[in-house]
């Protein structure tokens, strides 16, 4: 599994988890039916305390994202209803958005320096993304 932390966020540990797992499921990433590993696991991977994978897991299993079956393992629950895949995915965006915005602050960016940094980078993006060039 793809989970890369910052410890050097302002964003717990715990929140990083649960917000990189609902983004590699709202983008198709993570699929229903698919094993995550186990906490232990995880947090040896991640060189982390297993109880802040615990904590994390435990989120995302009280929202219905995954499930955790004794014995079995800890699964993506089917697809969400659009509505609920919706706020997935917005909420991914806003976590990026915050993650973005809070490492601009660690690199000595203020506010409006980030925002023109990104208005930038979303400019060039459009003029490389736009739909008449993919059609």
């Known amino acids: 599994m793809n989970i890369q932390l910052d410890f050097r966020s302002e964003i717990a540990l715990t929140n990083q988890i649960v917000e990189q797992i609902q983004h590699q499921l ?11 590993p186990t906490v232990r696991a995880l947090a040896t991977e991640l060189r982390i305390n297993f109880n802040t994978v615990a904590r994390a897991y435990r989120i995302l ?3 219905g994202i995954i499930s955790t079956q004794q014995g079995r ?3 993506i629950l089917e697809q969400p ?10 909420e991914s965006l806003q ?6 915005l809070s490492e601009a602050r660690r ?25 008449s060039e993919t059609e």
């Not at 976590?95 to 973005?100: F, I, Q, S, T, V």
């Open 26 to 36: 709202a983008s198709g990433l993570l699929k229903p039916g698919d094993q995550l």
């Open 61 to 63: 299993d009280e929202v």
């Open 73 to 75: 393992g800890t699964f």
């Open 81 to 90: 209803p659009p509505a609920v895949n919706e706020h997935l995915r917005r």
């Open 95 to 100: 976590n990026l958005a915050r993650r973005y």
């Open 107 to 131: 690199l000595g960016f203020d506010h409006p320096q980030s925002l023109l940094i990104f208005q930038e980078a979303a400019e060039t993006w459009q003029a490389t993304d736009s739909p």
